[in-house]
């Protein structure tokens, strides 16, 4: 099984609304990301969490809010949108390393979560 | 800051054509280099991972090599068809091995 889930694949909100975004590994990798990728344009990195715990946070705005509550889900909550930050948000995950070795660093994405926001 | 670029932006080719999509990138202090599919509205699907000690990759007409003295990645497609028009993305991989640093993609359209 080398899937990643991402559940809702398309989600409209208002820009009042709370909702999430989730996603789902069952290949045993302790790394997940969240990118976010408008049109056109390549993915761009929001948030990495090795072992359950957030490792990196590009900057993003905290109207977004990640949480990991195991080692195969990641949540994306979302409050308070712009219409600016419609887009497709991916997930991904990758092995981390163990016993001394290095992993390959290789990412396995979702389908992604289309977001528009009104 | 590591930066990748990826030529041509766009590509269209006729059925049966051999293609190279070109990669570079400025720190050749890379651990991995991925390439990766992407249909419109679709998610990324991983091709080829070259690690930072291989010259190069296959996986059926996919063939993907690196030079990391150079900064270079190619991918070579044998025999394009129409189900290979996508966005071709490459990304190399830090070496701490937890960030990916995208190109902007070479959008393929194979005519039939």
């Known amino acids: 099984d080398t899937e990643v889930t991402q559940t809702p694949k398309h989600l409209v909100m208002g820009m009042t609304n709370k909702k999430s975004l989730k996603c789902e590994q069952h290949m045993g990798h302790r790394a997940m990301y969240w990118y976010k990728q408008k049109a056109k344009k390549p993915p761009e990195l929001m948030f990495v969490?090795?072992?359950?715990?957030?490792?990196i946070n590009e900057s993003v705005p905290s109207r977004f809010s990640p949480e990991c509550p195991n080692s195969s889900l990641l949540n994306l909550h979302l409050h308070a949108l712009q219409p600016e930050d419609s887009a497709l948000y991916l997930c991904?995950?990758?092995?981390?390393?163990?016993?001394?070795?290095?992993?390959?660093?290789?990412?396995?994405f979702g389908e992604g979560s289309r977001l528009t926001v009104l | 800051k590591q930066e990748v670029t990826q030529i041509p932006a766009a590509l269209s080719v006729p059925e049966g054509e051999n293609l190279v999509l070109n990669c570079s990138f400025t720190d050749s202090a890379i651990y991995n280099l991925q390439w990766f599919r992407q249909d419109p509205g679709k998610g990324l699907t991983s091709l080829l991972l070259?690690?930072?000690?291989?010259r190069e990759q296959t996986s059926g007409r996919l063939n993907a090599s690196l030079d990391k003295s150079s900064g270079r990645s190619t991918l070579y497609i044998a025999a394009s068809q129409p189900g290979d028009s996508a966005t071709y993305l490459c990304?190399?991989?830090?070496?701490?091995?937890?960030?990916?640093?995208f190109g902007g993609g070479t959008r393929l359209m194979v005519k039939p």
């Open positions: 990304a190399v991989i830090n070496n701490a091995g937890n960030m990916l640093t």
């Open positions: 991904a995950s990758s092995r981390q390393g163990s016993s001394g070795r290095r992993a390959t660093g290789e990412l396995f």
């Open positions: 070259i690690q930072s000690s291989q």
């Open positions: 969490y090795s072992y359950e715990k957030l490792s």
